[in-house]
């Protein structure tokens, strides 16, 4: 497999032979690594913050069926102290013996590739790596003043550009020892047959409503499953449970993510997982992967500070400018003319390194298509909101939406379908609602959706009850695949 090693400043890179050095501006920015194959993608960028340059080269390497190290899933568990005490009872025994011969309160260790420098802790470190895979990474263990007992306090990547020049040698030895063995990812336990809905009763606009979620709690008992309602103060209950629903709008930098990352390390089954949480909420990932994969879309341009001036001549105007992580008709603005262009862009770039912007497409409707297990499994017309070119339009406080019908699966254009369940099956095999427009009998993907809206009336006015039975069915599929046994905890 080809190892790319990307970093801010090249002269900054390690040297290792079978490798090359990549900058992050070319690796973001240059549209001929989409097309390589078999790449694994060494990240050691400055940053792994939401939406800076690091955090992007992970996720476009995902896009691009790349394999990165770190993975985005890695760089968000790394910020969780419930995911890091987790890691620590995991790493219990392992550590109270490594420290056991320690005089300080505190010890940090500087990590490259699993490896400590002074090889005294060697087992832990690995340990570690296999848990949260930082190439470079600074860990922080302490003794309890109560019990003596140590335990993983902070886990942070650390700044190539930073390091000193005496310590390259070490991070180049390290890299190279990484490259020469096999990496097994670590493996979480296995839980039990109880489900978990996680909602927000005083969420503005959530995905499902009180109605809705009293569908899927009375759907999933008829699949037999014990059903609980739970909110954010319950994060600690999540290992309780054998299946975790989320019912709440997701976004990265938010607890639903937490929720679905512990639930994921604890062994549930989880919709939404992390990896689609990731993926769909950041429409630069979905704008690579569809066009990796042919999948038909607007024409679309990954716009940086770079290349900004290239927009109108490339998509023309109007144009519609996307914040990665917009959803609900926020953060998406259409730019009419020049002038708007050169207002709307760099508010937008002030937010984020990269924006996406699409030509323009104007339609009556929006299919929207309902995926589950890579299947079809409803779909919808949404109606754009009067006299507006969205299906919201919001005007300040003020909320306006179009009309909306369901629709039976027999009744939408084949092609539509077909290229609703591609475009949701770069995300993953959970539930997805893929927003598509259509155009002289032509599909063109809009957004993958995590987290589908369905609410009483609107989603279910076809299939009724047997919408919710259809997505609870498939959680206890997931988990009669799985081998559990129900009702042991």
Not at 333 to 357: C, F, I, T
Not at 436 to 458: C, F
Request: aromatic share 8%; glycine share 6%.
């Amino acid at each position: 497999m080809r190892t790319i090693i990307v970093v801010n400043d090249v002269s900054r890179a390690p040297q290792v032979d079978g490798t090359e050095v990549v900058s992050a501006r070319d690796y973001l920015g240059d549209p001929a690594w989409a097309d390589r194959r078999g790449c694994r993608v060494i990240n050691l960028c400055r940053s792994f913050r939401y939406q800076k340059a690091g955090y992007y080269v992970s996720l476009l390497a995902h896009a691009r069926g790349h394999r990165p190290v770190p993975t985005l899933a890695t760089i968000q568990a790394a910020k969780s102290s419930t995911i890091l005490r987790l890691h620590s009872d995991e790493l219990y025994d392992a550590v109270q013996r490594s420290f056991a011969q320690e005089t300080e309160a505190s010890v940090t260790l500087e990590l490259f590739f699993g490896r400590e420098p002074a090889g005294q802790h060697a087992r832990v470190a690995a340990a570690l790596f296999g848990r949260v895979s930082l190439p470079m990474m600074r860990a922080t263990f302490a003794r309890s003043e109560r019990s003596g007992d140590w335990s993983l306090v902070s886990c942070a990547p650390m700044d190539l550009d930073r390091l000193p020049d005496d310590r390259i040698a070490e991070l180049t030895e390290s890299l190279q020892a990484f490259l020469r063995r096999r990496h097994v990812p670590h493996r979480p336990d296995r839980g039990r047959y109880d489900l978990a809905i996680l909602s927000n009763p005083t969420e503005a606009e959530p995905p499902s409503c009180a109605s809705a979620l009293r569908r899927f709690e009375r759907a999933a008992e008829a699949e037999g499953f014990a059903v609980e309602m739970i909110e954010r103060d319950e994060y600690s209950r999540v290992a309780e449970f054998d299946a975790l629903f989320i019912r709440e709008t997701t976004a990265v930098n938010h607890h639903t993510f937490r929720f679905a990352q512990r639930a994921a390390a604890a062994g549930l089954v989880v919709m939404d997982d992390p990896e689609s949480i990731l993926r769909c909420t950041n429409k630069v990932y979905l704008a690579e992967a569809l066009g990796r994969h042919g999948v038909p879309a607007p024409a679309t341009m990954i716009v940086h500070r770079g290349n900004q001036a290239k927009v109108a001549e490339t998509l023309g105007l109007p144009c519609v400018l996307k914040q990665p992580d917009s959803a609900f008709s926020q953060g998406v603005v259409k730019a009419a003319d020049e002038a708007e262009l050169r207002e709307l862009l760099p508010q937008l770039l002030r937010r984020s390194d990269l924006v996406v912007a699409q030509a323009f497409m104007p339609t009556e409707f929006d299919w929207r298509i309902g995926v589950l297990a890579q299947r079809p499994l409803y779909a919808c017309r949404y109606h754009m909101a009067k006299k507006h070119w969205q299906i919201i339009h919001r005007e300040g406080e003020r909320l306006t939406e179009g009309m909306s019908d369901a629709i039976p699966l027999e009744d939408v254009p084949p092609a539509v379908l077909e290229v609703a369940v591609r475009a949701a099956n770069l995300m993953g095999d959970g539930l997805y609602g893929v927003d598509l427009k259509e155009v002289d009998g032509k599909p063109y993907i809009i957004e993958v959706n995590d987290n589908p809206s369905i609410d009483a009336g609107y989603e279910d006015q076809h299939l009724g009850e047997g919408l919710y039975r259809a997505i609870m069915a498939d959680f206890r599929r997931r988990l009669d695949e799985r081998g559990r046994k129900p009702g042991h905890r």
